[in-house]
């Protein structure tokens, strides 16, 4: 009897132990959106996001790691639908809601400007450093602006937006192909601009003799600024789980080589390869000391 007693309670240690490692899984979601998410690419390249999230899976293999691709509107509503639900590429503010939580930062992106054809930014009234003030922009005009919807910018773009959205029509771009198809439709002159980082522009392609050339303004309120780059999960116990593994794999991702040239090939203008650094080692390395 007291041999069985033994066995069953080995037993049932063994189960729980088998159904926790079960239990295990991240579920990742992808949104098509070059140069972040490269999705059905016919080179077979992977983009930045893309990147990022392997080397996450793979220094996570107590995890069963699953990706679903959607569009950004739909993400709001799908965190709680997911035990957890990650998202490799959010910018590194405070929550929106209660309904996901963020890893530390790992990316640094050069800020949000102005992505117009040549025509209409040659319209722009600029400051002494070639930037245009978005907020005086507004005010002075209304702008068609193009907008991938469920996109945020950080928190001083979108309150220069949100106090002046009287001033802005705003275009909604939804589907599938959201920065592609945003990009498609600016050059079709569906509207005046869209609020972009610039190295999206050295990575989507463009037929340059049938469509307009598109060039990148700085925004004056966010020049010399960073954004930074976390994971976001569902906040959950599995959410706060999942991020406390992934906080430990990205204080060593950010230190691999194979990390860091994929930030070389996605986000570091060639010239201004001396600055990005600098704020990279400056952000990055401070964060994850105020974090330890």
Known sequence: MAARKLWLAVWLVLASSSLS??????????????PFYLINDPDGET?????????????????????????????EQSWERYAPLCFATMI?????????????????YLP??????????RTLSREPDGSVSLERLLSEQTVNLGHIAG??????????????????????????????????MLQHNRFDLIIEYGFVLNHVPSDSERY????????????GMAVLGAVGCTNSPAGHAALQ????????MVQSEEYLRAVSRWLVPATEQT???????ERIFAAMETAQ
């Not at 949000?112 to 930014?121: D, K, N, P, Q, V």
């Not at 106090?163 to 029509?169: F, G, L, P, W």
């Not at 600055?275 to 080692?281: K, M």
């Open 47 to 75: 983009g930045f996001g893309d990147r990022v999230q392997t080397l996450l899976e793979s220094a996570m293999p107590q995890y069963a790691h699953q990706t679903i691709q959607m569009p950004l509107t739909r993400l």
């Open 212 to 223: 307009p050339a598109l060039v990148f303004t700085p925004i004056a309120e966010t020049r």
């Open 21 to 34: 490692a079960a239990g295990q899984a991240i579920t990742w979601v992808k949104n098509n959106a070059p």
């Open 245 to 252: 593994d992934i906080n430990v794999a990205i204080s060593k």
């Open 275 to 281: 600055e990005y650094w600098r704020l990279f080692d």
């Open 112 to 121: 949000h400007g102005l992505i117009s054809t040549r025509a209409f930014a």
């Open 92 to 108: 590194s503010e405070p929550p929106l809601n209660n309904h996901y939580q963020l890893s530390i930062p790992y990316a640094v």
């Open 151 to 184: 996109r945020t910018y950080g928190s001083r773009v979108d309150l220069i937006l949100k106090r002046h959205e009287a001033q802005v029509d705003m275009v909604q771009r939804v589907g599938a192909n959201e920065t592609a198809g945003a990009l498609a």
